[in-house]
């Protein structure tokens, strides 16, 4: 079995150096910041300790998971490593010195993986003098619970790597799914009307948060609403996703930020870590009252569910990826209680093409166009499956 290494012991390194320590593997994980790797050490003891508690794992697995993972004090260490998964700082700079020296350290075969969200694999592949060996292997956080792992291969990246890494990684028992290596690959793009139209119907005055959310929740199926989401993944960093999206789109109105999530995050109300977003979070705080009005739920619900669709046959159309994976990514890597492909078909093809247009000719703005695709499809009765 191989060795694998991993570069950085923030919270995706932590989790997938567990999840590849599960699987049997001897795991070597850096930081630069040496107090960093003995907090996620101590994390993950902690983790494993109740995991044990609750009977979800032996003990002696969580002995020998501890044993697998070796923190290392110095880069030179993932010597000897069949693949290497870097998972540090997003920063292309840095990203990119760290996979030029890396070359220098680890054997030609060695894969040299990258856990970006937002940049681009080609980039960071364009560091190295042997660019095929790299690729993207996006983890969903966290790591060891979330299913999913979209295998991004850059243009560089030769199909055996491509291979290989898809089997290695399926071997972990993870469900990969193959992206193009495009802004947000399948869930980081697909997703953001989830967070965008909600915000853009509470800034409309449709509805305040908690409704919208009660409505996305109760009525459509989504495990949380758009706002307590966000609220859970921290306002600044949704924020940042969404503004990295939309410049990497060269400022497609699709994928317009919000000033109302902009405003959150500049004042600190990043959600639940900071005790305050769009909820407040402190003990006895009043809840938001919700308007239980079904029609007024539908219209939230069909609106935002309507730009997913869209955004998601845009996706297949730009052969972004194949329909399965787009849907398999949404199931998989954000829960979504129907892939967004199977439900459209559900609903009707042609109606989703009426309900887009009927939007864009009130607002006459670029974001309601519809995905050529779903036109076409509309045109000739055909479904996606
Ligand atoms: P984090 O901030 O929790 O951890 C990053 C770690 O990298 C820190 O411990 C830092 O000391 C270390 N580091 C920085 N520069 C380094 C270098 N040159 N060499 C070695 N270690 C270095 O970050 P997080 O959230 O774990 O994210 C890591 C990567 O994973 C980023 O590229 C991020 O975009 C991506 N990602 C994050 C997800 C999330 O939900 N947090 C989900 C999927 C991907």
Redesign the pocket.
């Known amino acids: 079995m191989i060795k694998v290494g991993v570069?950085?012991?923030?919270?995706?390194?932590?989790?997938i150096a567990q999840v590849a320590a599960n699987a049997g593997h001897e795991v070597v994980l850096?930081?630069?910041?040496q107090q960093?790797?003995e907090k996620?050490m101590n994390k993950l003891q902690k983790i494993l300790v109740r995991l044990v508690e609750k009977g979800k794992i032996e003990e002696s697995t969580s002995v020998e998971i501890l044993e697998r993972i070796s923190p290392a004090s110095s880069?030179i260490e993932m010597q000897g490593s069949g693949i290497v998964i870097?998972?540090?700082?997003?920063?292309l700079a840095?990203?990119k010195?760290?996979f030029s020296e890396l070359e220098e350290i680890c054997g030609d075969d060695c894969i040299l993986a990258?856990?970006?969200?937002?940049?681009s694999v080609a980039a960071i592949a364009a560091a190295c003098k042997k660019s095929s060996r790299v690729i993207g292997v996006?983890?969903?956080?966290p790591?060891p619970l979330m299913p999913l792992v979209e295998i991004i291969p850059a243009i560089q990246t030769s199909d055996a790597i491509e291979n290989e890494t898809r089997s290695l990684i399926d071997s972990w028992r993870k469900v990969t799914v193959l992206a193009k290596d495009t802004p947000g690959f399948i869930v980081n793009r697909v997703a953001r009307p989830f967070y965008g139209e909600a915000l853009r119907i509470y800034e409309e005055g449709i509805a305040d948060f908690a409704t919208i959310d009660w409505a996305m929740k109760e009525i459509a199926g989504f495990r949380m609403g758009p706002f307590t989401l966000m609220d859970f993944?921290g306002n600044d960093?949704n924020y940042t996703v969404t503004e990295t999206v939309f410049a990497a789109f060269y400022y497609d109105q699709r994928y317009k930020p919000s000033f109302t999530q902009k405003r959150h995050s500049e004042a600190g109300w990043y959600g639940r870590k900071s005790g305050r977003g769009y909820y407040d979070y402190a003990d006895g705080a009043e809840s938001l009252i919700v308007n239980k009005n079904k029609e007024l739920g539908d219209q939230i619900v069909w609106r935002v569910l309507v730009m997913l669709i869209n955004e998601a046959a845009d996706a297949l159309f730009l052969n972004v990826a194949s329909r399965e994976d787009i849907d398999l990514a949404m199931t998989k890597g954000v829960n979504y209680p129907k892939g967004l492909l199977v439900w459209a078909d559900e609903i009707g093809i042609q109606k989703c093409v009426d309900a887009l247009d009927d939007l864009y000719n009130e607002y006459l703005e670029d974001r309601y166009r519809c995905s050529p695709m779903l036109r076409r499809m509309a045109a000739a009765g055909s479904t996606f499956y």
């Open positions: 570069i950085g012991s923030g919270s995706m390194g932590i989790g850096f930081d630069t910041n960093a790797v996620a880069l870097e998972a540090i700082v997003e920063n840095i990203k010195s760290v990258t856990n970006t969200s937002s940049l996006h983890f969903f956080n790591a993944i960093i």
